[in-house]
Each structure stands twice: as C-alpha cells, then as structure tokens.
C-alpha cells in the first residue's frame, strides 16, 4: 500500500539557518504530494502541494519539489524564523477525488533565537 | 475565511462508554473524514464520508466506530464502547475535490 517515510526528528536549528526535511514515498500510480504542518495546540493546516512530477510548491518562504526519479518531496527553507517551530508532516494522496491522506511520521521543529 | 470547527476541545471518559465527536465541516465541501493521532505516532485516516454514505475506511475503522452526517452541517464520531487503545487526537477534516482542511482535532482520554 501507499506509505509516506519521514526523516527521523527532532531538528533544532538557530534563527536564520537552513532547512531540510526529507520525505520520500512509496504509491501506485502519481499521487499528489503534500506538506502539512501543526503548531502547538493547532490542527494542521496545508503549507504546500505539487500534483505532478518537477512540480515546486512553494509558501511562506517554504519549498518541495515533486521528484518522480526519486520519489521524494523534500521541505527547504533557506532562512527559518522562531514562529517555524512546528511539526511537519509529508502526505500523499491518489488523485481520486476525495481520497484519503496517508501522513508521514511528523518531524518536530524547534528554531531557537 | 471558513474554517472546520470540532467539539468538545477534550474529552475524558471511562472504558465502556459511548463517545461522541462533533465536527462542522466548510459549508460547501463535499467530501468529509476522520483521522487519528496516537500521541507521538502518525496521524491514521479512519473514514471518509461523501453523499451521505461511508466512502472508504481503514482497518481501524471497526464496528465499535459509526459516523454520521444528521443534519446537513454536523459530522460526527461515534465510538460506542471506548477503551484504552482509542485515547488519541481526532481530527475531521473536509474538501471539495482535493485539498483537506482540517480542524484543531479532540483529545479523547479513556480511563
């Protein structure tokens, strides 16, 4: 089945330093890809998507491109900011109207001034 | 701008006892679901629900688990029989075709 692998947290980073947090996944066919984050005490709420393969999304100074060659949907940021501590959760879902969400394992973020 | 809404924030209960989560789906989505979240495990998809009826459900989604859609605005969650293993964050969540928004989520505990 479709599955969604997160790598493993939590990540401290100072103000300011760059971000990356891996996702890769495994799904038949071309799924949608999302990234989802939670604050604390918040639902989740969507950050970015890209539908097809070499898609970028991008928000909030956030980015993840869709990469097909290697079934990844990795999370950049070259500058984060105190109010980025979250958690991350990388989601896939098929492109079925409706479908359901399959969720990475979340990666806890703390940005630290 | 809409938001899904849920009631209660927390819910504490004794093992055996019938539960219900409320949810206030986005007033013109179409298509609505349940997640969970153990603490400190992923987030699980439990049901989805689309023109009155259960659309698709996971393994966890067994008969002590039923939801509803009563009155054109609420959806909710019922465990008829909680026990310990269903203390978790619930989330519902809802959308038009293919971006899902979701609520603050309910912290049910079973003691």
């Known amino acids: 089945g479709d599955s969604v692998t997160q790598m493993e947290g939590p990540v401290t980073l100072s103000e300011e330093a760059c971000l990356t947090i891996n996702c890769t996944y495994t799904a038949t066919g071309y799924p949608s890809l999302f990234w989802y984050v939670q604050y604390p005490g918040e639902g989740l709420q969507l950050l970015l998507k890209?539908?097809?393969?070499?898609d970028k999304g991008s928000n909030k100074g956030f980015e993840a491109t869709y990469r097909k060659e290697t079934t990844s949907f990795h999370l950049e940021k070259g500058s984060v900011q105190v109010s980025d501590s979250a958690v991350y959760f990388c989601?896939?879902?098929?492109?079925?109207?409706?479908?359901?969400?399959?969720f990475g394992e979340g990666t806890q973020l703390t940005v630290n001034p | 701008e809409p938001e899904v809404t849920q009631t209660p924030s927390h819910q504490v209960t004794q093992m055996g006892q019938e539960v219900i989560l409320r949810c206030v789906p986005i007033s013109n989505h179409l298509y609505f679901y349940w997640y969970r979240q153990i603490l400190g495990q992923k987030v699980e998809f439990l049901v989805s629900?689309?023109?009155?009826?259960?659309?698709?459900k996971s393994e966890i989604f067994d008969d002590q688990f039923s939801v509803e859609r009563p009155d054109g605005s609420n959806f909710t969650l019922k465990i008829r029989s909680t026990k310990l293993e269903d203390s978790a964050m619930y989330f519902c969540?809802?959308?038009?075709?293919?971006?899902?928004?979701f609520g603050p989520g309910t912290r049910l505990t079973v003691t």
């Open positions: 629900f689309y023109n009155n009826e259960i659309s698709e």
């Open positions: 989601a896939l879902s098929t492109r079925t109207s409706g479908s359901r969400l399959t």
């Open positions: 969540a809802s959308t038009l075709i293919y971006e899902q928004y």
């Open positions: 890209a539908t097809k393969a070499d």
